[in-house]
T-cell receptor
């Protein structure tokens, strides 16, 4: 079973709207990271939140972490067509230091 | 420019052939990784290396082999033992394997004919 699972699997919104994606995980983590992948390209790191942090911001991105619920959310405010991509959460559970990636949320922002 | 490169971008292989995917980084990172991504799926770890001359199997290592003779290079060989090799292959690196941010290459799409 997946350590991290994103929800929803796909999300379609209009430009200017906010987009919220969620990630749930099963075991305790050291940190949780969000990555973005444009179609057919490599992943790009967006933000890292540590287990002792509750919220982080980076530009139009806001990430929250609730360790009691084992969940995280990524909010993209005032979305743009260029935000169209797949978004993955990755958890560091400390075992050999490797990240475990979810299956991603496919975001489509219509102009 | 600092970064991580993969070549080729597209690769076609006949059944029964071994092929090698290249991954190079000039970020001075100790750790390097190979992932496989199938359509609509997340990333699955094939192999990773924490330091030169050392590497460990990931979740789906069967049918793959790697080497780490230089810090900058981590080539992946897809052998004929890999039954379903058609996929998108991503290489990444990080400062260490301690849950650090990973930096990804642009990927290689392998198709078996």
């Amino acid at each position: 079973s997946q350590q991290g699972e994103e929800d929803p699997q796909a999300l379609s919104i209009q430009e200017g709207e906010n987009a919220t994606m969620n990630c749930s995980y099963k075991t305790s983590i050291n940190n949780l990271q969000w990555y973005r992948q444009n179609s057919g390209r490599g992943l790009v790191h967006l933000i890292l939140i540590r287990s002792n942090e509750r919220e982080k911001h980076s530009g139009r991105l806001r990430v929250t972490l609730d360790t009691s619920k084992k969940s995280s959310s990524l909010l993209i405010t005032a979305s743009r067509a260029a935000d169209t991509a797949s978004y993955f959460c990755a958890t560091d559970i400390g075992s050999q230091g490797n990240l475990i990636f979810g299956k991603g949320t496919k975001l489509s922002v219509k102009p | 420019d600092g970064g991580i490169t993969q070549s080729p971008k597209y690769l076609f292989r006949k059944e029964g052939q071994n092929v090698t995917l290249s991954c190079e980084q000039n970020l001075n990172h100790d750790a390097m990784y190979w992932y496989r991504q199938d359509p609509g799926q997340g990333l699955r770890l094939i192999y990773y290396s924490q330091i030169v001359n050392d590497f460990q199997k990931g979740d789906i290592a069967e049918g793959y082999s790697v080497s780490r003779e230089k810090k900058e290079s981590f080539p992946l060989t897809v052998t004929s033992a890999q039954k379903n090799p058609t996929a998108f292959y991503l290489c990444a690196s990080s400062i260490q394997t301690s849950g650090d941010t990973q930096y990804f290459g642009p990927g290689t799409r392998l198709t078996v004919l």
